[in-house]
């Protein structure tokens, strides 16, 4: 991931609005959410939602499929975790025993980097 997608993507997300509707999605990955639903369960109202829906879906961290008169949103999950990947790949350069040491002082929960291996890894 270059820096200027990057850029484009967190931009995306910096509304409150924006994060809550996009960890929603993601909570409620793959098969995602019909707008109204979305809008329920984040007391937004409709034309809100819309607006910042726009927003991340032009970012491509979402996509929207139409399901008869319903709008059905989905997070794009490869590209969350290629944003992920984009700020934690160069972390502690050289020195795997400090990232690894940093990892455990965080709040995320272990299991997130388990069994993780890198695209040249076997």
Same mark, same amino acid.
């Given at each position: 991931? @270059? =820096?200027?997608?990057?850029?484009?993507? /967190? @931009?995306?997300?910096?509304?409150?609005?924006?994060?809550?509707? /996009? #960890?929603?999605?993601?909570?409620?990955?793959? !098969?995602?959410?019909? $707008? +109204? %639903?979305? $809008? #329920?369960?984040?007391?937004?109202?409709? =034309?809100?939602?819309? /607006?910042?829906?726009?927003?991340? &879906?032009?970012? +491509?961290?979402?996509? &929207? %499929?139409? *399901? !008869?008169?319903?709008? #059905?949103?989905?997070?794009?999950?490869?590209?969350?975790?290629? &944003?992920? +990947?984009?700020?934690? @790949? *160069?972390?502690?350069?050289?020195?795997? @025993?400090?990232?690894?040491?940093? #990892?455990? %002082?965080?709040?995320?929960?272990?299991?997130? /980097?388990? !069994?993780?291996? !890198?695209?040249? *890894?076997?």
């Amino acid at each position: 991931m @270059e =820096t200027k997608q990057a850029s484009v993507l /967190f @931009e995306a997300l910096s509304s409150d609005i924006r994060l809550d509707v /996009f #960890r929603l999605l993601v909570k409620n990955a793959p !098969g995602g959410l019909v $707008a +109204g %639903e979305i $809008a #329920r369960q984040l007391d937004i109202p409709s =034309t809100n939602l819309s /607006f910042h829906l726009k927003a991340i &879906m032009h970012a +491509g961290l979402i996509s &929207m %499929e139409k *399901e !008869g008169r319903y709008l #059905r949103y989905r997070a794009n999950i490869p590209l969350m975790l290629d &944003m992920i +990947g984009y700020l934690t @790949e *160069e972390c502690c350069a050289g020195s795997p @025993e400090t990232c690894q040491m940093l #990892r455990n %002082e965080s709040t995320v929960s272990p299991l997130i /980097f388990a !069994g993780r291996k !890198g695209k040249n *890894e076997s």
